[in-house]
């Protein structure tokens, strides 16, 4: 039998602090059922999706009831719909978008991605087709969550794409005003976008991917908070490489519950195991936060000096923990910093503490980047194309993964509330400062990859 | 070769399991199954000997008694008897962790709950940590039984005496606690 402390441990990270798996993804390719009638493809679609996914639920249920843990989402990711629809007419597009959503609705499942483009360098006609089809897809649907890759080391940023969706998603804010532009918390932009990634909005099943695959999202800031909490109330002297061994211990722990269950999810329902998404991803819920494991590591305010210096000690050990607990780690994997979905970065941006700026810093480090921001309603499609530019700039030339969600709040101006509602959560509205750059993006094109020599 | 269990007891210090084991191995004996641990400076050992023929319980327990000063180690043998293997059902190991404010007939009640069940106690160990009861059973839950049911209703016995009962699938804390890898837990 195991020690007893050991055995301890674990039920205090299930029972006390939050320790859940947030999202079991479902990977499922359709591309075998590419066909020129839209209503063969959207049957063909919906019964392989039904096949794969149908059990999911009661896989899910039973394996969380064995082992006590429990399953927050379960999500489907498909094939890159841009693909899959080439070709086919807008009517098409969102005739095929509101099968998924009954699907969904059908499985059982919270959120259903891969309504998905890759312009990194350039579009094509399904491709601007599919963007263009956003408004009215994610405004219409419940459960749809979309995704475009508008940049990549290898390939630079898409100007155009990116000035294309500024304009989608000021339109998907406006059709959803009533609900502070809800539309736009299920369109994520990505530089590097991963293909095995189990997290919305992001989501979809990538093209190297397996035929039916399941990939695992933990979370756990509040059992890492608590673990820092533990140790630095045991009254010994911590320097900051103690604190990191302390995360690594915790995240070793963490990924190995991921693996379990995603491993008994996948036999369950004859899929393949895909990877454990390392990222620590917070919840509106108090003490599952990941500013709050700022603050306990002596952080005054999130957004204040240290901050980003924190994060990037937090995000590495996660990932030493996690890389050394399972040889099946992908996705994301690192901390997320979502302002809406965060109850302390909330209130950080509320105090005034953490602003536009700081947060652009803070992803250089971590896992994802300007995640779940609110912006004034007025803000300019160009404005949010040259925000969307700077995170992605900083995916591309340190070859990370960055995303943008931004949300610009109908009718509401900075430091008013938006409120999403759910894991969504709800925020301040943050500033935008210093002017537009309206004519930087004008001029369009591809800004160019970066070298990868010369690196100083 | 005939076996015996052999218990012993007695107030712990060092060299009983020395003195123990020198008395079997001078009877002839083998050892082949040991536990041994200590509870509140108490020394306890049980273990299965394999004894040449002739040697009986009376032999064991006068050459065992006399490894330590007269009266201090309270010994117990009897003759090891292979029974009908047990009917093997299907039955998962289980974590059965109890915590909290620790009170007269908790034990008691936990137990007749399991017995009630014909769910086996494999391992059993109880601590007190900070005035605080930790209980900790290694069972096994046979798979004609709905594990949410039972998990239900030892959370219910639990809130009977004020204290939180868990009952999870025992590889949640392999997986979380040994180094190996998880596809090979079965």
Redesign the interface.
Known sequence: MLPAENILTTVRMLQDEHLDVRAVTLGIDLFPCADRDPDTLCRLARERILRCAGGIQEACQRTAQRYGIPIVNRRIAISPAADLLAGHSPEALLHFAQMLDAVAEETGVDFIGGYSAQVQKGMTSSDRALIESLPAVLSDTTHVCASVNAASSHAGINMDALLLLGRVIREMAERTAERDGFACAKLCLFANQPEDNPFMAGAYRGIGEPECVVNIGVSGPGVVKRAIERARQSGERLSLGDIAEEIKLTAFRVTRVGELIGREVAALLGAEFGIVDLSLAPTPEIGDSVGEILEVMGVRHVGGPGSTAALALLNDAVKKGGAFASSSVGGLSGAFIPVAEDAALAAAVEAGHLRLEKLEAMTAVCSVGLDMIALPGDTSAETLAALAADELAIGVVNRKTTAVRLVPVPGKRAGERAVFGGLFGESPILAVPNGASDAFVALGGRIPAPLVSLNN | MPAFIVSVTAPDRTGIVAGVTAALRDLGGNITHLNQTVVRGYFTIMLSVDLPEGVDAEAITARVAASAPEGELRVGVMPFREGAPPVPSPADRF?L?I?GRDRPGIIARVTAYLAEQGINI??F?A?VVAGDL?L?F?VRVPASLE??HV?RSIETVGREFGI?A????E????????VRA??T?A
């Open positions: 974590v962790a915590l494999e391992d160990t601590t930790v900790i290694g594990i949410t998990q939180t868990t009952l999870q699938h590889n949640i804390f392999r997986a979380t606690s040994e998880v596809r837990l």
